[in-house]
């Protein structure tokens, strides 16, 4: 099974047993801590995917950084997935618990590039026109600025992608005087 789907599986488990204990935003909070904690410390992402290193330590390791931070849930399932031999895909897996909580909640993350940073009527603008266009409750925006555009935005949500930088449209404009249709 690919470490993806195995991640998946495991955080919709994982979404379903805190769901029924009424725990799922507590461990929302103990997935977005792992992804964060994990993400930052590359050592702590090559130990859990050595397979040299004894599960026993994995999961003393796990227990140190984690252990009185995190709901009993989470140390439960930290130690299951130490115990079968999975913690390679922790890191996978808190990111599938997050995307899953998304969908759940209704919440839209949208990537925006754009040529200058983005004002509040700019953000306020574009969460509203993604909440209308993907039915969301809640858009997050991930801004980014480039040097590469000449002015204007690139917009992502999902895999869908709206392009409205001037570059965009001056090779659109290029390819259609090459064409002779302009």
Do not use: C, W
Not at 123 to 151: C, P, T, Y
């Amino acid at each position: 099974m690919s470490e993806n789907k195995a991640a998946s599986r495991y955080a919709k488990s994982l979404i379903d047993l805190s769901t029924e204990q009424n725990a799922l935003e507590a461990l929302k909070n103990d997935m977005v801590l792992l992804e964060r904690v994990i993400d930052e410390n590359p050592e702590l992402e090559a130990i859990l995917k050595n397979p040299i290193v004894p599960l026993e330590k994995k999961a003393g390791i796990l227990d140190s950084v984690f252990g009185s931070k995190v709901h009993q849930i989470t140390k439960a399932f930290l130690k299951l997935i130490v115990s079968k031999g999975r913690s390679a895909i922790l890191f996978a897996t808190s990111k599938a618990f997050l995307s899953q909580y998304n969908v759940i909640k209704g919440i839209v993350t949208a990537e925006v590039t754009a040529a200058i940073e983005l004002t509040d009527a700019n953000r306020a603008e574009i969460e509203q026109i993604v909440k209308k266009d993907f039915g969301a409750n809640e858009v997050i925006i991930k801004e980014k600025v480039s040097n590469k555009l000449i002015g204007g935005f690139i917009l992502k949500v999902g895999d869908r992608q709206f392009d409205a930088s001037i570059s965009s449209g001056l090779n659109k404009l290029k390819k259609e005087f090459a064409q002779g249709i302009v």
